[in-house]
């Protein structure tokens, strides 16, 4: 069974540019989540899809972070503008079950 | 205060040695832990998941959850250098919620 893809792996801009993350998760599984993890802490979850609606976006900084999830599979998260504060891993994860949670390999963003 | 705490460490044990994690939580909401382990530069792997309180073993690994005190432990027999990595605690009250992470304690078995 394939595992979750992310792409990039990693990614360096400059403040205020923008950047987009691609995510596709194991073949049905009906729920995806972002996480952002800041070096030294546990991932926090950024948005949660359940098949292409959003379940979960409070921790989401809305005026600068968006994500979309077409037709209930692959998703991309956008930052724009980045900021110093956006470096960080981006983590995508998709599950069948709530709890068990399968983890990509993650965008490493620097953010210059 | 955090949902859930965790010493980041790092700990450091002989190859062999009965490694103990520990974590905390506030949530009396919380039915669901987890445990995942992170190798550097890679994405958090699931390892234990438990229901409410009461043990979990799984080879090497068992998992432990008191819900009266609100703490959550992992015991790793025979560790190894594999182990090596950092150790994310996770709780969940359910359903499709937000799972809350600690901030992961790093373990390094030495040979």
């Known amino acids: 069974e394939a595992g979750v893809a992310q792409s990039p792996r990693y990614k360096i801009i400059e403040k205020r540019q923008s950047v987009a993350f691609w995510c596709n998760p194991i073949?049905?599984?009906?729920?995806l989540y972002w996480y952002q993890q800041i070096l030294g802490q546990g991932p926090k979850l950024l948005i949660q899809?359940?098949?292409?609606?959003?379940?979960?976006d409070s921790q989401l900084p809305k005026d600068r972070f968006s994500a979309e999830r077409l037709k209930g599979v692959d998703s991309t998260l956008k930052i724009q503008p980045a900021k110093l504060e956006d470096s960080a891993v981006y983590l995508c994860?998709?599950?069948?079950?709530?709890?068990?949670?399968?983890f990509g390999p993650g965008t490493r963003l620097t953010v210059l | 205060q955090k949902e859930v705490e965790q010493d980041p460490g790092p700990l450091s044990v002989p190859e062999g040695a009965i490694v103990s994690l520990n974590c905390t939580y506030s949530n009396s909401a919380f039915q669901y832990f987890m445990w995942y382990r992170q190798y550097s530069r890679k994405g958090p792997e699931l390892l234990m998941y438990?229901?409410?309180?009461g043990n979990k073993e799984d080879g090497r690994f068992t998992a432990q959850v008191d819900k009266s005190s609100k703490y959550i432990s992992l015991f790793i027999r025979d560790s190894q250098p594999s182990d090596s990595a950092t150790y994310l605690c996770a709780s969940d009250s359910g359903g499709y919620q937000k799972v809350t992470f600690g901030i992961g304690t790093k373990l390094q078995v030495i040979p």
């Open positions: 899809f359940q098949n292409n609606g959003v379940v979960d």
């Open positions: 073949s049905g599984h009906a729920t």
């Open positions: 994860a998709s599950s069948l079950r709530g709890n068990e949670q399968f």
């Open positions: 438990t229901y409410s309180s």
